[in-house]
């Protein structure tokens, strides 16, 4: 099978001398990184706009890229004092939800927190034999997923926020369109989760002291009212 990819055509038709058509100059330009760009940042762009959740905003863009590669499902997981929580999954059950929730961030807990262990991104084109998979390999199978990809997620200060990662239900590594996917949502994700804790922040700014951290006048009002 063929790669699939978004393309720009161009085409100029030529004349002969009697001013027939006689030929075209045709150019094809592989245009997928930044049309799959585009489509995933306008949705993620739009929720954000709206004020929606973190697990709104992550949901989105999960099913976002499971719309553009339908083989595909995709989850998302945050990273909260070392410890890894399921933000979505939109393809995945509920069982799958809930054994993986609450998790420490190492590398026997799947190739989410090899991943993050490690730095880097990691693909397990096998993952019934893959020792990071040990403790979820019957679910996932039961899931119909065969291999999967992580990849890390950092803020601008390097610090860690979570891991996105796409499932397949075959026995391979991620192709090219697939790698291209991953590459324009990560981005996307720390935009998210980096909008998340200045929400935060500007929260407690506003209803905790700074000093002894306690709830100030701000948070009793707010719960008076």
Known sequence: ?????????????????????????????DIT???????????ALEAMSHDLSLADV??????????????????????????????????MSEEFFTLFQDQPASPETGSWGLALSL?????????????CWERG????????VRSCCSMPLYSSKS?????????????????AFHRRMLDAVVPLCVLAFDREQAKRAVRQLEFYDNVTGLPNRSFLLAKAD
């Open 1 to 29: 099978l063929g790669q699939r990819f978004w393309s720009s055509l161009y085409v100029n038709p030529l004349q002969n001398d009697e001013g027939e058509p006689a030929s075209a100059v045709c150019m094809l330009t």
């Open 33 to 43: 990184s930044t049309k799959m760009h585009q489509i995933l940042q306008q949705k």
């Open 58 to 91: 992550i949901g989105g863009m999960c099913r976002e890229m499971e719309d553009v590669a339908p083989e595909l499902r995709v989850s998302i997981h945050g990273i909260d004092k070392g410890r890894l929580y399921a933000i979505a999954a939109p393809g």
């Open 159 to 175: 610090a860690p926020l979570g891991v996105v990662t796409i499932y397949s239900p075959e026995n391979k590594e991620p192709d």
């Open 137 to 144: 390999k019957d679910l996932l199978g039961r899931e119909g």
């Open 119 to 131: 730095g880097e991104a990691i693909s397990v084109p096998d993952i019934a034999s893959a020792p």
